[in-house]
T-cell receptor
Framework: DSGVTQTPKHLITATGQRVTLRCSPR?????VYWYQQSLDQGLQFLIQ???????AKGNILERFSAQQFPDLHSELNLSSLELGDSALYFC????????????FGPGTRLLVL | GQNIDQPTEMTATEGAIVQINCTYQ??????LFWYQQHAGEAPTFLSY????GLEEKGRFSSFLSRSKGYSYLLLKELQMKDSASYLC???????????FGKGTTLSVSS
């Protein structure tokens, strides 16, 4: 158990819908990272927040957005969902803003039908 | 940009030693990581190298050569539970994210 929690574990929804994935980092960690993992693409970095502020962006679509709240939990919002958005979404956390060791949560498996 | 290459699949037998190689090209380097991921589960941290040389941690060791853009993960005394995907990742130039390779699926048989 890494200490990072994610909810929900599974999510099934339809195309065009919007979902919110939630992540709580390890106690004391200020950075939260979001990754998408699909079979053909591997683990892809989406976005990072550090102490409430966006720090870095990766391959995140405009339909996706995220935020980190004062209590340091983070939410990833996915809208206008498409079949291709079906994937595992992982959240990771680290102590600092620079990517030293990241600890991953159990992930949310999203299925878009 | 950054590019990471590692073999797609490897097989080995229980008790053996296996070496998983990783080559990378990066415009900036802030360290190389190895993670283990069992199917459908979260990646778990194995090792971190930022300087050249060998880091040993129990049955697992990781080596880095920055001049060659090369790393390997060495797994000794293989066990069935070591069957998993092994992900090589480098820290991006800004040090704000990890760029992962597609992973090497290791199958350990008895």
């Amino acid at each position: 158990d890494s200490g990072v929690t994610q909810t929900p574990k599974h999510l099934i929804t339809a195309t065009g819908q919007r979902v919110t994935l939630r992540c709580s980092p390890r106690s004391g960690d200020l950075s939260v990272y979001w990754y998408q993992q699909s079979l053909d693409q591997g683990l892809q970095f989406l976005i990072q927040y550090y102490n409430g502020e966006e720090r870095a962006k990766g391959n995140i679509l405009e339909r996706f957005s995220a935020q980190q709240f004062p209590d340091l939990h983070s939410e990833l919002n996915l809208s206008s969902l498409e079949l291709g958005d079906s994937a595992l979404y992982f959240c990771a956390s680290s102590v600092a803003g620079r990517a030293k060791t990241q600890y991953f949560g159990p992930g949310t498996r999203l299925l878009v039908l | 940009g950054q590019n990471i290459d590692q073999p797609t699949e490897m097989t080995a037998t229980e008790g053996a030693i296996v070496q998983i190689n990783c080559t990378y090209q990066t415009s900036g380097f802030n360290g190389l990581f190895w993670y283990q991921q069992h199917a459908g589960e979260a990646p778990t941290f194995l090792s971190y190298n930022v300087l050249d040389g060998l880091e040993e941690k129990g049955r697992f060791s990781s080596f880095l050569s920055r001049s060659k853009g090369y790393s390997y993960l060495l797994l000794k005394e293989l066990q069935m539970k070591d069957s998993a995907s092994y992900l090589c990742a480098v820290s991006n130039q800004a040090g704000t994210a990890l760029i992962f390779g597609k992973g090497t699926t290791l199958s350990v048989s008895s």
